[in-house]
């Protein structure tokens, strides 16, 4: 990929889930590496409280790019850490700046062709969270053995020279009840919108990349950097669309090996193996 950044308006992600072994924290930055952006949104379970209180894990790379966030927020691009129920301790500095990061539970922002857009992680939509936290989180140590999993199935594709694919994601989309879920979800999410007032709701919190009109109020989703490796962007015209990050890459990549097939190619950013030539999480809205 060219050094050239890529140039945003605004930049939404969460689910980041930095503490756990299933964190695509290398992913991560070498996103952040490459977008440069006017508004960055963290939205939520960016931190993983719970997991962190279970057992500590903290890799290079995720205080890699924690810094990366503090870096850009301090050469001016306006941060926003909006937190879920991971990383729900920060709530208790709402209305506050840390550093240059301004901490909110949620916020309104206009894209530039004069749209308006709740922002939130959405956990409140959740009757488990809500209701039952302890099923939250027996549920949640059943996902991060999932994880796991995960992550020594990917180790061995990457041994076989095959791209990144999810196994959690594949068998939660898989279980009817999840799908269910899922779609009652972003119902409500949308709906809270639409009494709001306001054009669209932007959210994370079930790890699902999405962008879609709901009775009247355009819904998206972020996704996460666990399974799906997805943000949202604005572009400076206000078109809003999701990006997966290794089919991203992979598509930049393609025209210079096009143009210069006999070139040697150049040392690539993410780990080798882990490219993935699936778009099927790529939608964009035109403003």
Known sequence: MSD????????????????TAG???????????????????????????????RSWYW????????????????????????PGNHDEGA????????????????????????????????DRFDGVVQCAK???IVGDRAYGITLRLNYWFNRL??????????????????????VNFVGKFEEAVAAEAKARGVDGVICGHIHKAEMRE????????????????TALVETHAGELKIITWQTFYAEQQAPRLIAAPDAPRQPQALPVGKQSTDLSM??????
Not at 214 to 229: A, K, M, R, T
């Open 214 to 229: 709901i009775d009247g109020v355009l819904y998206c989703n972020d996704g996460d950097w666990v399974e799906s490796l």
């Open 4 to 19: 050239a950044p890529l140039a945003f308006r605004s930049i939404w992600i969460s689910d980041v889930h930095l503490g």
């Open 282 to 287: 790529e939608k964009r809205v035109a403003a």
């Open 134 to 136: 302890w099923l939250a």
């Open 91 to 122: 709530r208790q500095f709402l209305g506050l700046m840390f550093g240059d990061i301004r901490i909110e539970d949620e916020v309104i922002h206009t894209t530039a062709d004069g749209r308006r857009f709740l922002i939130l992680h959405g």
């Open 23 to 53: 964190c695509q924290a290398d992913y991560l930055l070498d996103f952040l590496k490459h977008a440069e952006c006017e508004h960055l949104y963290l939205v939520g379970d960016i931190i993983d409280g719970w997991a962190l209180k």
């Open 59 to 82: 890799k290079q790379s995720h205080n890699d790019v924690i810094q990366k966030v503090l870096r850009k927020a301090r050469k001016g691009t306006q941060v926003t850490y909006i």
């Open 157 to 178: 594709r990457a041994r076989l020279g095959l791209g990144y694919w999810s196994l959690s994601q594949y068998l939660k989309h898989k279980v009817k009840t999840a």
